[in-house]
């Protein structure tokens, strides 16, 4: 059905493949750039980047490696001032999600002259600024920050996770090149895997969800399920960037959809306990599938084609088809936990028992729980994280 | 032509309709716990605004826990804004729910968005009070229970003066 009412907006331009990092100067060069910040915390990576700068009239106006998790305001700052004193006009950014999104802070920043990250936060508020191309280098296949609206920034003083959304947001380009993932550790490969995952499902699902969004989403579970096995268990080439694709399809589609209820849940626990966010996030799924099945139990039917193929689609009878999507779901969680010691309890990721009152306080004022197709009440998330420790 | 008189009067209903939600509001902010609760998590001082893109823009400070008109002058802590007055007249008028101006992108928001889901929830305790039930149910997605005297609340609504909540 279409939505009364629905926006959609994707302008990144994607290079995928062999080689795509060389091709970042044309990218640069075509947008009048001349001095890009790169940001980064891979190894090596840069290297390229700026190798490919010789020669071309482009150089490197500041690196800042070592970028640290989260996107904390306080470095994004810090950042922005450097950014300025050595008068670079773009921002590459090579990294996970949390570097692409201390970019992203970094960008508004730039564009608006602003001082202080934190007078920019909130959702469509802010006016496109100075024009800063913005290059966005995935090295996890997760995050889809390379191709979304929004940057999640740790307020580390007041122990808050902020939620940025502006169109305005969304790099300029998307790099995905096959060398960027291949040094991911399979449990990392596991748990960002479980986050892309997670987009696609929660923007599937969620009440803002539309006909792109659903395309985008549906084509990147297809991905997912075929693709995380492999690339936990034996990665190829092939997979890997399958996986960054997907990534990168479900990113379109939650950010033009948006999350819900795993994500409140999960920014909370991030906020709080400083759980890696794919890795609340794996755990959080399935339970909380379980909570919004009587809502959503249609579009999870709808979901088990794409995930599980048509041969386990058809033989299993429609009514079944919502619980059975959950049950390919927990599947594959097993698979990566024993493949990827991806964690399974909440326990196993620094939370104890004590911070859970605090966590689901902070989750029911998270912004993706209003878009959740089911009402949560803080007793509901109160019980979805117990079954979860 | 019809249009813009169409338009004229939506911005003349809508200017009064949110004058009424203002008044609730700060009605609510005396007799509802739900409201009460919700303020609770608001520092002292904190002032929102709501701009439904008729002339004036709704500004309410919290202060000691309860909701008080403010000035113009007062910046905003959160600001929601309606991108156009067709956006917020359905809001305004009850026939849509403020959630649903939020996932139809009709609105912005400067400021937490931690601050504006608690706002969202506010708006709908105050719908609960101001319309029946059965209209409620088409529009809203969440029904708030009503934590207070719903005698008390129209007491204060129809009676004190708007001077009262300043
Ligand atoms: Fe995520």
Do not use: W
């Not at chain 1, 386990?312 to 009514?319: D, E, K, L, R, V």
């Not at chain 2, 998590?41 to 709704?58: H, I, N, Q, R």
């Not at chain 2, 000691?64 to 905003?76: F, H, I, K, M, P």
């Not at chain 2, 928001?109 to 039930?133: E, M, Q, W």
């Amino acid at each position: 059905m279409i939505p009364e009412y629905y926006e959609f907006q994707n302008k990144t331009k994607i290079l995928s493949g062999k080689n795509a990092l060389e091709n970042i100067a044309f990218e640069l060069l075509a947008r009048g750039a001349k001095a890009p910040a790169i940001l980064t915390n891979s190894r090596g990576l840069e290297n390229i980047v700026t190798s490919s700068f010789e020669g071309k009239g482009l150089a490197a106006g500041l690196i800042r490696k070592n970028i640290p998790a989260d996107a904390p305001v306080k470095t994004i700052n810090q950042i922005a001032a450097d950014f300025k004193n050595n008068g670079c006009d773009s921002i590459v950014a090579i990294g996970g999600g949390s570097v692409i999104d201390t970019a992203k802070g970094l960008y508004l920043m730039a564009a608006h002259e602003s001082d202080d990250v934190l007078k920019l936060s909130g959702s469509e508020c802010v006016k496109a600024g100075k024009n800063i191309p913005f290059i966005a280098v995935p090295t996890t296949s997760g995050a889809g920050s390379e191709a979304t609206l929004a940057a999640v920034i740790a307020d580390e003083e007041n122990g808050k996770k902020l939620a940025f959304l502006s169109y305005s947001l969304v790099p300029d380009v998307a790099v995905l090149d096959v060398k960027t993932t291949k040094s991911l550790p399979p449990k990392l490969a596991a748990s960002t895997g479980m986050d892309a995952l997670t987009h696609a499902i929660e923007a599937y699902t969620c009440l803002q969800k539309n006909p792109l969004s659903d395309a985008y989403a549906t084509a990147a579970i297809s991905l997912i399920g075929e693709n995380l096995p492999l690339v936990v268990q034996n990665p190829t080439d092939d997979a890997r960037l399958a996986m960054a694709n997907a990534s990168l399809m479900a990113g379109v589609a939650f950010s033009n959809s948006m999350v819900g209820i795993v994500h409140a849940v999960a920014h909370a626990c991030g906020g709080i306990c400083k759980t890696p966010h794919a890795n609340a996030v794996a755990v959080l799924l399935t339970r909380c599938m379980e909570f919004n099945l009587d809502v959503c139990g249609e579009l999870y039917a709808e979901l088990l084609l794409p995930f599980s193929g048509p041969e386990i689609y058809a033989s299993t009878p429609a009514p079944k088809r919502a619980v059975r999507f959950i049950t390919e779901t927990q599947a594959l969680l097993q698979v990566l936990h024993r493949r990827g010691r991806l964690p399974l309890k909440l326990s196993e990721c620094g939370i104890t028992a004590e911070k859970l009152p605090r966590i689901a306080a902070a989750a029911i004022n998270d912004g993706a729980i209003l878009l959740n197709r089911k009402e949560a009440t803080e007793e509901d998330i109160m019980e979805i994280l117990i079954k979860a420790m | 032509m019809r249009q813009d008189k169409f338009r004229r009067i939506k911005y003349i209903t809508g200017k009064k309709l949110l004058s009424i939600i203002q008044k609730s509001l700060c009605a609510l902010s005396r007799t509802d716990k739900g409201v009460i609760l919700e303020l609770g998590g608001f520092p002292d001082g904190f002032t929102f605004s709501l701009d439904a893109g008729v002339s004036d823009v709704m500004r309410l400070t919290v202060r000691e826990n309860r909701l008080v008109t403010s000035g113009a002058d007062d910046c905003a802590d959160l600001a929601v804004a309606f991108k156009d007055i067709t956006g917020a007249f359905p809001v305004l008028l009850g026939t849509k729910s403020i959630e649903s101006a939020f996932i139809e992108h009709r609105v912005t928001v400067s400021g937490g968005i931690d601050y504006a889901v608690s706002f969202v929830r506010i708006i709908n305790i105050a719908r609960a009070y101001l319309l029946p039930k059965r209209v409620l149910i088409k529009t809203d997605m969440r029904i708030p229970d009503k934590k207070g005297s719903v005698f008390a609340f129209y007491k204060n609504l129809i009676f004190l003066k708007e001077e009262a909540f300043r």
